[in-house]
């Protein structure tokens, strides 16, 4: 009889706490990883304005692309967090 009790509050614990936890936890791991894609594209940002002072073209391209990306997944991700702190 015990035994069965244990279980329907384990499952019960499993069902209402758990998922109190991660969900929270999931949307802070998505802001902190958008923070560093942002923080990412900024340094590639300079990175290209720097080359475009210098002349350097092929650089400055490569940079520029690897700024779009990094902040494309940075906004990205804040949008997943606000999404699943929605939810």
């Known amino acids: 009889m015990r035994q069965r009790q244990a279980i329907r509050v384990g ?3 499993y069902q209402h706490i758990i998922p109190a936890i991660v969900k929270p936890a999931h949307a802070l791991w ?3 990883i958008g923070f560093i894609f ?5 340094s ?4 290209s304005a720097r ?3 210098q002349g350097k073209t092929g650089h400055m391209l490569v940079a520029g692309a690897a700024t779009f990306l ?7 991700a ?3 967090a606000n999404k699943i ?3």
């Open 44 to 47: 590639f940002g300079f990175y």
């Open 11 to 13: 499952r019960q614990f």
């Open 38 to 42: 942002l923080c990412l594209g900024a």
């Open 78 to 80: 804040f949008r997943r």
């Open 30 to 32: 998505n802001e902190v």
């Open 85 to 87: 702190s929605r939810s």
């Open 51 to 53: 080359y475009a002072w």
């Open 70 to 76: 990094m902040v494309w997944y940075g906004v990205d």
